[in-house]
């Protein structure tokens, strides 16, 4: 099983910046698809970006070009630069781990973004 734990949410004004982390409990996390998703109130999960082992990279159309994703296998952790944030982005985001049919979730992360 993979656990995973998200951190450096918090509140931030629109235009600014916030990096945040996941941090897996096992050493071969190097196998897995990584992504980011986020759930904001009264709509569905959705995938904010994502990356294979090889590093190639996938961002959701609204986040092209201000979310990097990026990670480190030897330190087992995934991280997701945000910049230029925008209220819109204020969400809970999820560190996600996939590979075949199976799929780990962290608990999430608040992320607040103030007009």
Do not use: H
Not at 35 to 58: C, S
Not at 66 to 84: G, P
């Amino acid at each position: 099983q993979v656990q995973l734990v998200e951190s450096g949410g918090g509140l931030v004004q629109a235009g600014g910046s916030l990096r945040l982390s996941c941090a897996a409990s096992i050493s071969i996390l190097n196998r897995y698809d990584m992504g980011w998703f986020r759930q904001a109130p009264g709509k569905q999960r959705e995938l904010v970006a994502a990356i294979t082992p090889g590093g190639i990279t996938n961002y959701a159309d609204s986040v092209k070009g201000r979310f990097s994703i990026s990670r480190d296998n030897t330190k087992n952790t995934v991280d997701l630069q945000m910049n230029s944030l925008k209220p819109e982005d204020t969400a809970v985001y999820y560190c996600n781990a996939q590979r075949l049919g199976y799929i780990a979730w962290g608990q999430g992360t608040q992320v607040t973004v103030s007009s």
